[in-house]
């Protein structure tokens, strides 16, 4: 059965934008010609299963990496907008992963709907217990079950940059803003070449090593990501996580040398994708962390993990 803050009506085919039936049983959506298009699993449709983003799907369900205060003080810098601005509005979280950003737009009085492609919806869903104004569907953010041009705000942090083409990705969900609706994209900043070369090849190695092998590697990353001096150099050259906590840190890690695909990406090319997909007010949003140095290493673009942040507003006469 779909949940009570799912209708049908709101839900489509992903590939032909055809309206869906819910068959009989109640745990299958059906196309036009009667064939199952998704099914209902634990209350939440399911358009794809995980894929080339399966690392997400463990990673997401193993680690608790919630933190409401530190949350809440990313979303805001990571998308621009005031957790004051949300009440009421309908809003896309894309890529949501655990939900962490889409419970706090909730808290926020936002009506969510939060998409992943990996079962990491399973632990969002959990996460976001308590919160009717939030709604989960595992779909693919390239072909999604929805209505164009229907969100206030679409956000999208840490996700695009994990698909065979991060701009196939952009471009379709920035078509679910709605004229005048804001959207607001992290990206994987590019760093300099050397550290590109060496990420590149260390990454050709772990991204096929299987979960057992590559899990004690990022708890010893961890580990050194909780030595003062260590922690501050040494993951210039080789990414691991400098997070407070020892399983963010896990995770962190995990996420960096786990997935298939990882682009890297310039605020210049982000920009002239806004742009492009008719945009305007499109502005660089400035990192999270303050101080002199960590500014100064971020513009040469030396810090492994950083983004690239860029928020605007759809023309009115854009659709
Ligand atoms: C690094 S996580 C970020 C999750 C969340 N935004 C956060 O910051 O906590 C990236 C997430 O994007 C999802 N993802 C990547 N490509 C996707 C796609 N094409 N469609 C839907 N989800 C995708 C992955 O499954 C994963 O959960």
């Known amino acids: 059965m779909l949940p009570e803050n799912w209708l049908i009506e709101e839900l489509r085919d992903p590939v032909t934008g055809a309206p869906l039936e ?87 009085g936002g009506l969510v709907t939060a998409v992943d492609h990996s079962r990491a919806v399973d632990k969002a869903r959990e996460l976001c217990e308590g919160l009717p104004s939030v709604r989960f569907v595992q779909a693919d953010l390239k072909h999604l079950p929805l209505e164009p041009a229907g969100f206030d705000f679409v956000f999208s942090i840490g996700v695009m940059h994990h698909d065979v083409c991060t701009r196939d990705v952009f471009e379709a969900v920035s078509r679910m803003v709605r004229p005048g609706g804001r959207y607001s994209v992290w990206l994987y900043r590019r760093n300099q070449w050397w550290q590109e070369l060496i990420n590149t090849a260390l990454r050709s190695i772990t991204t096929r090593l299987p979960a057992a092998c590559l899990l004690p590697l990022c708890h010893f990353g961890a580990v050194l990501g909780g030595i003062p001096v260590v922690n501050r150099v040494l993951n210039k050259i080789v990414s691991f996580s400098a997070h407070p906590s020892y399983q963010n840190r896990v995770c962190d890690t995990f996420d960096w040398w786990a997935p298939k695909y990882q682009h890297h990406h310039t605020a210049e090319e982000l920009k002239s994708w806004f742009a492009a997909a008719g945009f305007e007010q499109v502005q660089e949003l400035p990192p999270e962390k303050a101080g002199t140095w960590y500014y100064r290493l971020w513009k040469w673009n030396l810090l492994p993990g950083s983004g690239v942040n860029i928020t605007g507003t759809r023309r009115r006469e854009s659709v």
């Open 22 to 108: 819910m068959s009989a049983s109640g745990q299958e959506l059906t196309g036009p010609g009667g064939g199952v298009v998704a099914r209902v699993i634990r209350g939440i449709p399911r358009f794809v299963s995980d894929s080339h983003l399966e690392s997400f799907g463990l990673q997401w369900t193993t680690f608790d990496v919630a933190h409401e205060d530190e949350d809440r003080r990313t979303f805001e810098a990571k998308t621009g907008f005031g957790l004051e601005s949300l009440r009421g509005q309908r809003i896309l979280d894309a890529g949501c992963g655990g939900g962490r950003y889409a419970q706090i737009c909730a808290q926020s």
